[in-house]
T-cell receptor
Framework: KAGVTQTPRYLIKTRGQQVTLSCSPISGHRSVSWYQQTPGQGLQFLFEYFSETQRNKGNFPGRFSGRQFSNSRSEMNVSTLELGDSALYLC????????????FGPGTRLTVL | KNEVEQSPQNLTAQEGEFITINCSYSVGISALHWLQQHPGGGIVSLFMLSSGKKKHGRLIATINIQEKHSSLHITASHPRDSAVYICAVSGSPAHTGANSKLTFGKGITLSVRP
């Protein structure tokens, strides 16, 4: 089975722009979670989707949003980018949302200038 | 106080040594995860456990639910074990719909010298 894929792998944006990141889960997995990793804060949970519904959301401002499509692929969007949004954005998929092993993608490295 | 604490913060070992990494948490959990992250960012899930002990190759993970503590042991360490090891917990069974959200420790950077 192919692993979790994320596109793009690297992205450079400027303050005020918006960005969309994409995640394709492992075939058959219906749960997708998104995480932000920064040197200062470490890994933090952004949100989780299962069957096109957001089940959980972390403590991030409303500029961070996401969605999941019927084929389980997920996108996350960040509007009005700030310098502090520079981070590695990781998505992970699992077969079910509850207490299942999560399989991580390679991440998208976002740099905001 | 962070919900998930890891110790030590950094660890250097000689090839062949037995290594122990610790994780303590302060909340009720349904499962604890050990993750490995190599330079470049990729994260691999090593273990997910809610009780007892699991073994995979040279890696052993244990958890004590009463003491809210878990350990990751690496036997016969090798330079390729050099990575960041991250402990994460998923929510209390009492939280409806919250079981899948992971809360992470800061991670421990392990260097194994040849």
């Amino acid at each position: 089975k192919a692993g979790v894929t994320q596109t793009p792998r690297y992205l450079i944006k400027t303050r005020g722009q918006q960005v969309t990141l994409s995640c394709s889960p492992i075939s058959g997995h219906r749960s997708v979670s998104w995480y932000q990793q920064t040197p200062g804060q470490g890994l933090q949970f952004l949100f989780e989707y299962f069957s096109e519904t957001q089940r959980n959301k972390g403590n991030f401002p409303g500029r961070f949003s996401g969605r999941q499509f019927s084929n389980s692929r997920s996108e996350m969007n960040v509007s009005t980018l700030e310098l502090g949004d520079s981070a590695l954005y990781l998505c992970a998929s699992s077969s079910q949302p509850t207490n299942n092993e999560q399989f991580f993608g390679p991440g998208t490295r976002l740099t905001v200038l | 106080k962070n919900e998930v604490e890891q110790s030590p913060q950094n660890l250097t070992a000689q090839e062949g040594e037995f290594i122990t990494i610790n994780c303590s948490y302060s909340v009720g959990i349904s499962a604890l995860h050990w993750l490995q992250q190599h330079p470049g960012g990729g994260i691999v899930s090593l273990f997910m456990l809610s009780s007892g002990k699991k073994k995979h190759g040279r890696l052993i993970a244990t958890i004590n639910i009463q003491e809210k503590h878990s350990s990751l042991h690496i036997t016969a360490s090798h330079p390729r074990d050099s990575a960041v090891y991250i402990c994460a917990v998923s929510g209390s069974p009492a939280h409806t719909g919250a079981n899948s959200k992971l809360t992470f420790g800061k991670g421990i950077t392990l260097s194994v010298r040849p």
